[in-house]
């Protein structure tokens, strides 16, 4: 078919939405028309980047995440990750032309991902999908063990080089131990103990596994008892021996 105005040796071709051939008729005056070659302008189809399901929050190193394309129109050219949202610094995933799901294992930080997908000269990208990875859970240490006189005593306890929430607990044997209830801040307190009572940190961070402190102590001595002395009794100035006696007492004689 003619193209109308179309008489100049140069035309724009624009907003195709087929293949079309193209070619030009010249005549000289009164001589015969003659034909050019035939050219091709090629419309690919537009390319669809599709959705990408599986966002997930890991624990930093032994994880295992799958994501899986859908939706998708066109050819899957490869999966890319970046350590940013905006894949300023993408780095194509090796091996993953053509998957539909990917497989992130053990992250050791928070990665996007995205599939970029092709149809002839046309690309798309898919959503990105987010794997949050949570630091290992690091329970700390505990300080502020001492000995207290039973019933009125008052102890602290504190917790340095942890990572993550924390929950202290306490037992009376060191064995079966047991939340403090509210005890989620760096110290907890220990008052008017009556018993010997072990206290550590139970620290979890995000999805990690929890991380236990060492264990302080408040060792709880029995109230000092005096005793009584047995033994007076009346002797001669001078050369003599006697002997007194101290019994139901508690604690060090000093």
Do not use: H
């Amino acid at each position: 078919a003619n193209i109308t105005g179309a008489a100049a040796s140069t035309y724009p071709v624009t907003n195709l939405a087929s293949s079309s051939r193209y070619r030009v008729v010249v005549t000289s005056g009164a001589c015969s028309a003659d034909t050019s070659n035939i050219v091709t302008a090629t419309v690919s189809p537009s390319a669809v980047g599709g959705t990408i399901m599986g966002d997930d929050t890991v624990c930093a190193n032994n994880n295992s995440t799958v994501l899986t394309l859908n939706g998708s129109v066109g050819t899957i050219a490869k999966w890319q990750s970046s350590l940013t949202s905006n894949f300023a610094s993408a780095a194509d995933v090796d091996g993953s032309a053509g998957l539909t799901s990917y497989t992130a294992s053990n992250l050791t930080t928070t990665t996007y991902y995205r599939a970029v997908i092709t149809s002839g000269v046309c690309t798309a990208y898919s959503s990105i999908a987010k794997v949050t990875v949570d630091s290992v859970s690091i329970g700390g240490t505990v300080a502020g063990s001492k000995s207290v006189c039973t019933g009125g005593n008052t102890s602290t306890l504190s917790l340095s080089g942890y990572r993550g929430t924390i929950q202290w607990q306490s037992s009376v044997d060191n064995v079966q131990f047991y939340d403090i209830y509210g005890a989620t801040s760096t110290t907890t307190s220990a008052n008017n103990l009556t018993l010997t009572t072990y206290f550590k940190a139970v620290v979890t961070n995000g999805v990690c596994a929890a991380s236990e402190s060492n264990v302080g102590i408040i060792s709880v001595d029995p109230t000092s008892i005096g005793g009584k002395i047995t033994g007076s009794t009346t002797v001669c100035s001078g050369n003599n021996t006697t002997t007194l006696t101290l019994s139901g007492y508690r604690g060090t004689i000093s």
